[in-house]
């Protein structure tokens, strides 16, 4: 089994522009996250690509892989498949999908995802989940929420508060959403078809690149872990990375 990690680095983002290259303490957000997603042990090759020569620039700067993408590509999912295709890769059973802006990103959950895909030929991709959401998480749209059935496959993705609940008394031990973390896995194969597949309308109305692969019907095995992290969204978000790092465990 071969893995190529790969870290998708947009420069405009339609959020947060630049952020990838915003200092947390001293370093660029782009490289804590290529630092913590080099703690995986499975990753057997690290990559970025990136549609932006300031990009380029700060990553080999620090001695990481970086590839240029075309700036029109809509997603961190489809700029990895036109990765795979320009450039071949062809010796990689799976491709990990790390978001460029996710700095607080677990080794060990990687290798987790990893894991899990690779032991289950049904599921064409794996990712994560946070257990215990929290109220304002379930209200905030940055923040995608996953919903997963009894054999541990995504139902759905959504930026909505999900479920909703007709009975207000109604009493649950654990709320049933999890908040889905910034990491994907994928069979090659996946992403040597993905230029094939059917457009997703609830991908274009959710903006979630996700809802593509369940819509064209691909299982999403989805693994399960109290492990918090932190996409860099806002400037805030920036503020609290800062806080984060005083006592983060990696």
Excluded: W
């Amino acid at each position: 089994m071969k893995v190529l990690g790969v870290i998708p680095a947009r420069f405009a983002s339609t959020r947060f522009p630049g952020k990838l290259l915003k200092e947390i303490k001293g370093k660029t957000v782009i490289r804590r996250t290529f630092e913590s997603a080099s703690r995986s042990s499975l990753i057997d090759r690290l990559v970025v690509a990136t549609d932006d020569r300031r990009i380029l620039k700060e990553v080999e700067s620090f001695g990481c892989e970086a590839f240029l993408t075309p700036g029109e590509l809509n997603s961190g999912t489809e700029r990895i498949a036109y990765l795979l295709k320009e450039y071949g890769f062809k010796d990689f059973d799976f491709i990990v999908n790390i978001q460029g802006d996710e700095p607080f990103i677990s080794g060990e959950l990687i290798d987790d995802c990893i894991r899990a895909l690779s032991e289950d030929p049904s599921a064409a991709i794996s990712t994560a989940g946070r257990i215990g959401i929290k109220h304002t998480e379930l209200k905030n749209p940055n923040v995608v929420k996953v919903l997963v059935d009894k054999c541990g496959y995504a139902i759905y993705f959504t930026r909505q508060d999900i479920p909703f609940i007709r009975d207000k008394d109604f009493c649950f031990d654990v709320h049933p959403a999890l908040v889905h973390l910034g990491l994907y896995v994928y069979r090659r194969e996946f992403l040597e078809n993905y230029d094939n597949m059917e457009d997703s309308i609830l991908e274009k109305m959710e903006k979630l690149e996700q809802l593509r692969a369940l819509e064209n019907c691909y299982r999403i095995k989805v693994v399960k872990t109290d492990k918090d992290s932190l996409g860099i969204d806002t400037v805030e978000d920036l503020l609290l990375a800062e806080k984060m790092l005083e006592s983060y465990e990696f």
